[in-house]
């Protein structure tokens, strides 16, 4: 097939996504449309659906490798339509550019991975091992019925991924420069202290819990958790918010109530973070209470088979270099699937306007972005050619 014929048929399916306003977690037929495709091409479609979010696992073959693409269908909001140069739910072609809620993030990925997957399984229909889509609508939001809810399914069910390509946009200034390859994990905490209130006026009969945090406050601040490794750099502690008082200038609150968050690396674990927390708070005397969660744990695919492959890829489609290793942004659906995977990496287009007004994807990137999907697969399953065939 030309690189005109891929162009085409990828930007179509990208503008048949795009057209409909998926936004999290309703998929707005996203799924119905991409299940359609695949199941006559030999593709077994399950739908796993939990929390009233539906997820589709299509799964062609069942003989290992299993290499699975995943990626999602919902979108954040759109915001206030009038900043928009065109409607966010009309795709629309200017200036080398798709436009369109989702283009980015990741609605035109999901399409270039799609038709390589058509092309590759039409090709080479006895190729060895299966070939897995997993499409979800609930990334965007609350992110605990989608990918997740899939990933537990698949443990029940025994089975497991041996490379997953996630198509998250990774590129950062041109296709193909960044491809990620781990991701930060993410610790919550609601500190709560918990002083006497009193009139401002008589300190001595209450207790100031702003004054009481302050110290061990610094101490969290200035911590070092740990040094990072290789692939991550050292673990981070901020405070996103705190609040304490009634709003009134004449008394002492009695209680005060902190949000902070870590970004941690593989080098610490969430006991560890959690156990040292508890050690500083405790060394302050506070009388404290601490409501945990976590946003995910961190992830990540060293250097290997999968890197490998993709990285000579990337740079035999682009001609470009090949691209960096790199662990930086928030969490993605990879943390889930590390759990059931061997290998995962994120590989997609140019993020620069995901999330925001005007929302778009290169035209000219689909074709060459659809060829690295489809040459990753087909040399993962041993039928592939030349990296920029």
């Not at 037929?29 to 030999?42: E, N, V």
């Not at 796993?48 to 069942?62: H, Q």
Request: glycine fraction near 10%; charged fraction near 20%.
């Amino acid at each position: 097939m030309t690189d005109h014929d891929i162009h085409a048929a990828t930007v179509a399916l990208a503008s048949d996504l795009l057209a409909r306003p998926s936004l999290t977690p309703d998929d707005a037929g996203c799924l119905d449309l991409i299940a359609a495709r695949l199941a006559p091409l030999g593709f077994a479609c399950d739908w796993v659906t939990r929390g009233g979010v539906r997820n589709l696992w299509a799964r062609r073959g069942t003989a290992r490798p299993l290499v699975c693409v995943a990626g999602h269908v919902d979108v954040v909001p759109p915001g206030p339509l009038g900043e928009w140069t065109s409607d966010p739910f009309t795709p629309t072609e200017r200036d080398g550019y798709l436009y369109a809620r989702g283009a980015a993030d990741m609605k035109g990925a999901l399409a270039a991975a799609i038709t390589a997957v058509e092309r590759v399984v039409t090709a080479h229909p006895d190729a060895a091992g299966s070939v897995a889509v997993l499409a979800t609508a609930d990334e965007e939001g609350a992110g605990v019925d989608g990918t997740a809810a899939v990933v537990d399914w698949l443990v029940a069910r025994g089975e497991r991924i041996d490379q997953c390509i996630v198509v998250e946009p990774t590129s950062s200034s041109r296709l193909g420069d960044v491809v990620k390859n781990g991701r930060r994990g993410s610790l919550n905490g609601t500190l709560t202290v918990r002083g006497v209130q009193c009139h401002i006026a008589y300190p001595q009969l209450g207790r100031n819990p702003i004054h009481e945090v302050a110290p061990a406050l610094a101490a969290l601040a200035t911590a070092t958790w740990d040094d990072g490794n290789e692939y991550f750099p050292p673990t981070t502690f901020q405070v996103s918010n705190i609040h304490a008082g009634t709003g009134a200038n004449n008394v002492v609150p009695g209680s005060l109530t902190l949000l902070f968050n870590f970004r941690f690396s593989t080098a610490s674990t969430v006991e560890g973070l959690q156990a040292r927390v508890h050690e500083i708070l405790d060394r302050y005397g506070l009388d404290y209470a601490i409501d945990w969660s976590v946003s995910g744990r961190p992830f990540l695919t060293p250097r290997g088979p999968l890197t490998e492959a993709l990285a000579d890829v990337v740079a035999g489609v682009t001609g470009g270099a090949p691209p960096a290793l790199s662990t930086t942004g928030g969490t993605s659906d990879a943390r889930f699937l590390a759990a059931v995977a061997e290998e995962v990496v994120e590989f997609g287009p140019v993020n620069e306007s995901m999330h925001k007004v005007d929302e778009r994807v290169r035209l000219a990137d689909m074709a060459p972005l659809s060829r690295i999907y489809e040459t990753l697969l087909g040399r993962l399953l041993g039928v592939g050619g030349p990296a920029g065939a």
